[in-house]
Each structure stands twice: as structure tokens, then as C-alpha cells.
């Protein structure tokens, strides 16, 4: 997939419409809620929590970004963070999120679900 057809799923060209996020989730570089979620998986973390990620694209300022949502196991330290990241960084993730049948499953041993790790690890 290219970047060309990620900009045209998020204009709604292609048969299955991407999610729209609510209000509640925020672009933190323009303050924006008009974002679409292009895909999301689930991994186990080294805490025993659980790391929830989401590739979002923002209507508003045309960028995309991945929003990591922590977990905590042991507490309640929760942890929310959002990164921007260039269009051929979210078609690499995307193809990647595409390939596994089971992305938010996080015990999902997949060789899919370890290059996202690795990928995201160093990406944020």
C-alpha cells in the first residue's frame, strides 16, 4: 500500500471507511479532534501490562501520528503518548498491522506482532 492510498482511505474513497475517533481523542501537535484510525494492535509489555497503539491520521493538519496507550499492571500509572511520524514510517506500520489476523490480541506471538514491537520501540 502506498501513501496515496492511505490519503484516500482517510478521504473516505475506498469501500470500508476508516473509524472516526471522538471528540476525547486529541491531536497533541494541532489540537485537533478530526482523526481517523487507520489501525491499532496490542502487545504484552515488559511490566506484565498491556501497550495499546493506534496509527491515526489528523483531517486537520494532514499528518499522521501513533498514539501508545500503557496499561500498568501493578498500578494505576497509566501512560498516554503521542508521536508524529512521516507517511512512509505509517505505511510500513500499517502493512504490518494489516498482516496479522489477530492484532489486539497482545499474547499473539506473530512474527507481525514482534517487528511492531521492535518498529515502535524504537519509534518512540
Known amino acids: 500500500m502506498n501513501t496515496e492510498n492511505l490519503k484516500n482511505q482517510n478521504k473516505g474513497e475506498k469501500e470500508q471507511k476508516p473509524e472516526v475517533i471522538g471528540s476525547g481523542f486529541i491531536h497533541e501537535i494541532c489540537n485537533s479532534a478530526k482523526n481517523f484510525k487507520l489501525g491499532g494492535f496490542s502487545i504484552l509489555a515488559m511490566d506484565g501490562g498491556e501497550d495499546s497503539w493506534s496509527l ?20 494505576d500509572g497509566d501512560i498516554n503518548l503521542q508521536r508524529q511520524i512521516k507517511s512512509d514510517e505509517a505505511e510500513m506500520i ?12 497482545k499474547d499473539c506471538d506473530c512474527s507481525y506482532h514482534h517487528i511492531l514491537a521492535r518498529v515502535l520501540f524504537e519509534t518512540l
Open 56 to 75: 491515526l491520521f489528523c483531517k486537520e493538519c494532514w499528518a499522521y501520528f501513533l498514539d501508545l496507550y500503557h496499561e500498568c499492571f501493578m498500578d
Open 94 to 105: 500499517y502493512d504490518l498491522i494489516l498482516g496479522c489476523e489477530t492484532p489486539f490480541d
